[in-house]
């Protein structure tokens, strides 16, 4: 998911539980039965999960724009470090690792 | 929420949360419920009062009880536990209490009394090694006495309660036999 989806699907999650959750309440206290209230935000519960966890398209709408691999040409810091302290000490040394 | 396992997290945890809310919020509304029962203790027959070798008073009652306990459950009602017992005041020990009949209420529909029943209000006497206290286990003679009815209220979410119902005015036999 980019960065976009993950705020949406974060947004829709907390909108689809406490809307459950006030739905399965006003459902079960007008009638009369806690057991109704239990099934329908059981129901809601998993209704969010098939929302918002699944990596949908709408989540990837606005794509990440990765950094070109320039870096990759140049050996690392450490590698450089390694071919220097090779240099001053002559064949003797070995490489650390 | 940039993985599939972090987002199961998050929903699980905040469902669990909201629902705690959520059953919270439904055993407040109970303070909104007026309840409205009707209580009916009578004594049809009351037995000889016997006096026991270690001490004890016996005496038998028959008893008509009933009750309509319907208005005392609300849908976040689990379940009534009624007794019914015997009450009086002693100077020695101040409240004393007797339970005569208990019940299990489960479902609204089965919250209507109506029964005759026999028990036995058995006075117990306190023994400290080998001498009872003087005044206990002979003190049921003449004694005036409550009838009251309890109900324990279990809730299914929420504070266990229990409310009562008295009936005063009755009276057992002065003397033995």
Same mark, same amino acid.
């Given at each position: 998911?980019?960065?976009?989806g993950q705020k949406l699907a974060e947004q829709l999650m907390q909108y689809f539980l406490l809307g459950s959750a006030l739905l ?74 | ?27 407040? =509304? ?46 976040n009602t689990k379940q009534l536990f009624v007794f019914v017992a015997a009450e009086y005041w002693s100077p020695e020990e101040g ?7 208990? =019940? ?27 001498? =009872? ?45």
């Amino acid at each position: 998911m980019d960065w976009e989806g993950q705020k949406l699907a974060e947004q829709l999650m907390q909108y689809f539980l406490l809307g459950s959750a006030l739905l399965a309440f006003l459902t079960g206290y007008f009638t009369s039965s806690y057991r109704t209230m239990l099934y329908i935000y059981l129901a809601g519960v998993v209704l969010t999960f098939l929302v918002a966890v699944p990596n949908w398209p709408c989540y990837n709408r606005h794509k990440f724009t990765w950094l070109e691999p320039e870096y990759a040409d140049k050996p690392s810091q450490r590698v450089i470090a390694r071919q220097q302290a090779a240099g001053k000490k002559g064949t003797k040394s070995q490489a650390k690792r | 929420m940039y993985s599939w396992i972090l987002r199961v997290n998050t929903v699980l945890t905040l469902s669990v949360t909201v629902l705690a809310a959520l059953c919270a919020v439904a055993s407040m =509304t109970d303070g909104l419920h007026r309840p409205s029962p009707a209580v009916e203790l009578k004594v049809l027959n009351v037995g000889p009062l016997e006096r026991l070798r270690n001490g004890d008073d016996r005496i038998a009652l028959t008893l008509s009880i009933k009750a309509d306990l319907e208005s005392v459950f609300t849908w976040n009602t689990k379940q009534l536990f009624v007794f019914v017992a015997a009450e009086y005041w002693s100077p020695e020990e101040g409240f004393n209490q007797i339970s005569l009949w208990d =019940t299990i209420i489960e479902k609204k529909e089965n919250a209507k009394i109506d029964q005759q029943i026999k028990s036995k209000m058995l006075r117990k006497a306190t023994r400290v090694g080998y001498f =009872t206290y003087p005044f206990q286990g002979k003190d049921l003679r003449g004694r005036d006495f409550n009838l009251t009815m309890y109900w324990n209220v279990m809730p299914i979410s929420g504070a266990f309660f229990t409310d009562k119902a008295v009936v005063p005015g009755f009276q057992l036999p002065i003397s033995y036999n």
